[in-house]
């Protein structure tokens, strides 16, 4: 078989470009290492720094906002969600960052968490919630997976990689030439928004959530009615949020024991139902 000069060219630039990428990946390793999760205690190895997170949510969270149908056009509704979701953040392990809470348009039922703190809930979960105590547990499973940095643990098991794709700088921050087009933006927070995490990872979102949830004054049952109804909702039609998380009939074992064994007195804990249907239901209605 003869090869041509411009096949070996063509080879060349390929080895080359994946050695690039290689050498980009090792370096990473080496400048980021072993990172303690706060919620388990345990050391884990980290591909990408804290300051990467935070650059990623904060240059993707607009997109993400736009393909989800955008903010709910209510203020006050915004404003009751935001204070419930910075409750349980300021007693979070990560306090101080910066946390930002938004209910979106899309009739889907579903929440999940950009890195660095950007949470967003749908209309459709918030349609079918009840009490204050159940979206404070639900937000507090996504503050878990923000503040155990499950999305770039995702992102590196998922060989997606977006930190790769977009050519993740090496000096803590993402580099200014980063892709602006609307098409590659919109691809990119795609892929943030399909990342999905390992069962281990739900499971300490919803045991550490528990805990968040009661430490700032929650009922921590609240965690289990979220499931129990997701559970039914799922019965009827898969919905989004259960698609790739563990049996909703495991989870609710699993919050029952967690709070059995950890949590006693838990009527002077808040409930809301009141405070839910006047702040979110009856305004999603008007």
Request: net charge negative.
């Amino acid at each position: 078989m003869r090869f041509s000069n411009r096949t070996f060219v063509i080879s060349g630039i390929i080895m080359f470009v994946k050695l690039r990428l290689l050498i980009l990946a090792l370096f990473i390793c080496l400048c980021t290492g072993c990172e303690v999760n706060p919620i388990t205690g345990r050391e884990e190895f980290m591909l990408v720094s804290e300051e990467n997170d935070i650059a990623i949510g904060r240059k993707y969270a607009p997109e993400v906002e736009k393909q989800l149908g955008g903010r709910i056009a209510d203020d006050c509704l915004q404003y009751y969600i935001d204070s419930v979701g910075q409750k349980i953040a300021r007693i979070s392990h990560k306090p101080h960052w910066e946390y930002h809470f938004t209910a979106v348009e899309d009739k889907s039922t579903n929440a999940f968490a950009l890195p660095g703190g950007y949470i967003f809930i749908t209309k459709g979960l918030l349609e079918k919630l009840q009490t204050e105590a159940q979206l404070a547990a639900l937000l507090a499973h996504e503050i878990v997976h923000v503040v155990a940095r499950h999305s770039a643990a995702a992102q590196s098991r998922q060989g997606g990689m977006i930190l790769l794709v977009v050519g993740l700088g090496t000096a803590g921050a993402l580099p200014k030439n980063m892709p602006e087009g609307s098409a590659r933006m919109a691809q990119l927070a795609l892929q943030l928004i399909s990342l999905t995490y390992s069962r281990e990872q739900e499971r300490e979102a919803d045991l550490g959530g528990v805990d968040y949830t009661v430490v700032a004054g929650y009922n921590p049952n609240g965690a289990v009615e979220l499931q129990q109804m997701l559970q039914e909702q799922n019965d009827i039609r898969p919905i989004e949020f259960l698609s790739t998380h563990p049996s909703p009939e495991n989870r609710i074992i699993s919050l029952q024991g967690r709070i059995q064994t950890r949590y006693q007195n838990l009527e002077e804990l808040k409930i809301g139902r009141e405070d839910y249907r006047r702040n979110v239901l009856e305004r999603l209605n008007d």
